[in-house]
């Protein structure tokens, strides 16, 4: 019997519908506003915040209200998480990819410079980012399913499971008995970003390539789920379409895992878009509002990790990570082999140059405790 998947479950949640209560959330000022403190009140007590309130805490009016939901945020943070921030870096082992996405620089159709690391180079690549004192590691490659096959991406897994604690990948979609062949060779996460949950833009931007079903892709974290994968990270670029209805979708998707998967640890990540090759243009989300995006997420799901990449400046990291994060990139390349110097074109550009000693001297200055294992990958 084919379970209950979250495409099934969004049929109830058109994109479009959602949309329209957000702005009349956000034109209803005086009845918001009432709404937002009521809130508020709630989560000082740490109750539970039902999705349809969580639409208020992200509505514009609650910008007024930023303060005593970033307080708020920071106290559930402290109480689930404590003061650990978890440090990973990520891997590229290619960026060759066949899928056209008008907003990244790998797109099939932009003329750079493409590699994909041997299984050697790979790890090589890793412990540089090793003996930096990095154990969990997220692997990533384009859409390329003939070059960077799911055999390979298992190889790369392979070597380098002794030594590193954890091992993630950020690939393209995969069946659920993919995931469970990757467990078996010391994989035991999965970010899958949606990109966008809006419908009609998702077919603008995305061309060719398997990327083009969304379907398959909003279904990709259940067969993580279903594979038993540890942990699945979920996430929107932020910029592609209404940021409000993005991050409402994300909540809702992020609510669905948490109770379907519920040994799974489910993690959020909101990039903002960064310029790429052939995609300049980018629509400005402002730190305000994407703070209380952060922030709101925090107050509804106090269990979820957050996630803040190295595509944010070095100012806005060190003020928001205390706030609500629980998991940071560090000394991070974007490019297969940048680690060692090789010549590739990065996916995009990252803001945050800091290498990891650096990062860590931070964290330690807020008296956050910089966390490089908080997971040993033990094989049955
Ligand atoms: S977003 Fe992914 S699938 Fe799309 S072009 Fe970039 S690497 Fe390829």
Redesign the pocket.
Known sequence: MQTLQFSDYIKNYPFEEIKLQLQNINQDCKHTKNKIENILNKSLQYEHIPWNEFLYLISTPALEYLEPIAQIAYKITRKRFGKAILIYAPLYLS?E?????T??????NNPIKRRTLSIEEAYEEAMILHNQGIRHILLL???DYRNTPVSYIGEVAEKLKNHFSSIGIEV?PLKEEEYKYLRTKGVDSLTIYQ?TYDPIRYKEV?LQ???KRMEFRLNCPDRGGLAGLRKIGIGALMGLSDPQTEVAMVGLHAQYLLKKYWKTHITISLPRLKPAENFQNVPVISDKIYVLFLCALRIFLPDVGLILSTRESPYFRDHVIPICITQISAGSKTEPGGYSGKEATE?FHIEDHRSIPEIVEMLKSKELDPVFTDWVYVMK
């Open positions: 960026n990819c066949k899928s056209i996405c907003y990244c620089g790998f797109s099939y490659t384009g859409e393209y990109e995305h390539g398997v990327k996916q």
